[in-house]
């Protein structure tokens, strides 16, 4: 039977709702928010019967947009987190994951926690929504030719993404690809190295320390493709940051350049549209009257400050600017995504 109170008016039987049916509501509510999905199938056995399994690697059952958010405490490790939808504002509180236990965090992917086993090689992704886990085959091979540094370093050493061809028909037509990216380290034969990684509209994108912008093709052989390649020189000791946008008209990419010198005690800061098309970058004057984008060593968040009014709009805040704010005590919500986009919860 259905849970009291949820299956509709007195008298109804909602568990004999058609299942075609039943899988069209469910697809519906998955298009708002995957927690939807999972409530919906919640109510009774025969919506869970006729809706697909979100416990499975899927590009419809990715967790896109939530964030595990620290402990008040930067250096407590604790058994429960907090769960903040980024784009929503919806949240979810006191989430237990036993499942992060014995891994140490080396990423994010859609949404998805890449962990690596601390006795093997083997990865790890956790849907922190349903807890669903996908061991990926053992990287040995992979990792035998990379330093102990690389393999142990938080820092740029990693990327994670998911590409899954871009549109709803492809996503449902096929799993999605998981792509695991290895910065070469400094003294290495590489002369660019990438700087950050972004998964967008199902595909995968690379920035480099030359400020280029690339992504990953699969077919006929998986391979980096430019999307943009600087004709000139750019500044000397600048990062070149991917970040998800609030146009989604647009390619909903922009570049955060942020340019140190010695002259300087900050960083100058400037912001492109990535025009994917056009193969072009388009120097921005906001980053969005509503938005606020948090820079970490392993991805950026941006936010809208219409959800968060307590986060101060048209910002960036990276980890290149994180000494000035106080991590000890209480902390308020723009300390935790700034947190969260350099760090994964402790508790590994």
Not at 297 to 313: D, G, K, N, Q
Not at 323 to 344: I, K, Q, R, W
């Amino acid at each position: 039977m259905c849970r009291a109170g949820i299956c509709g008016p007195v008298g109804g039987d909602w568990t004999k709702l058609p299942p075609d049916l039943a899988a069209e509501i469910g697809g519906r509510r998955l298009r708002f928010d995957l927690t939807e999905y999972t409530h919906f199938r919640a109510v009774c056995k025969p919506w869970r019967q006729s809706t697909d399994d979100p416990r499975v690697l899927h590009s419809r059952f990715l967790p896109r947009d939530w964030v595990v958010l620290r402990n008040h405490n930067f250096f407590e490790e604790t058994r429960c987190h907090h769960l903040l939808n980024v784009a929503t504002g919806a949240s979810i509180v006191g989430v237990a994951l036993p499942e992060l236990s014995g891994h140490r965090p080396l990423g994010y992917a859609e949404g998805l926690l890449v962990l690596r086993n601390t006795t093997s090689s083997g990865i790890r992704l956790l849907n922190p929504l349903t807890r669903a886990v996908t061991d990926l085959p053992d990287i040995s091979s992979v990792l035998a030719n990379a330093s102990n540094d690389a393999l142990d370093s938080a820092y740029f050493s990693w990327g994670f993404g998911v590409i899954d061809g871009g549109s709803a028909a492809a996503a449902a037509a096929s799993p999605a690809t998981v792509v695991l990216l290895l910065r070469e380290l400094a003294g290495g034969a590489a002369k660019v190295t990438f700087q950050s990684v972004l998964s967008l509209h199902g595909r995968f994108y690379v920035s480099t320390s030359m400020g280029d912008v690339l992504t990953v093709e699969l077919h006929p052989e998986p391979r980096l493709v430019y999307v943009i390649r600087q004709a000139t020189t750019l500044p000397a000791m600048s990062s070149y940051i991917l970040a998800p946008s609030s146009n989604d008209a647009a390619a909903g990419m922009i570049m955060v350049r942020a340019s140190m010198s010695d002259e300087r005690e900050h960083p100058d800061v400037e912001v492109f549209e990535v025009d994917v098309d056009g193969r072009k970058l388009i120097p921005m004057t906001t980053v969005g009257a509503d938005r606020a984008v948090f820079i970490g060593s392993l991805r950026a968040l941006s936010v809208s400050t219409r959800l968060f009014p307590s986060i101060a709009a048209n910002a960036t805040r990276g980890s290149f600017d994180w000494s000035e704010a106080s991590f000890f005590g209480p902390t308020n919500l723009d300390v935790s995504l700034a947190c969260c986009a350099d760090f994964l919860p402790g508790t590994m």
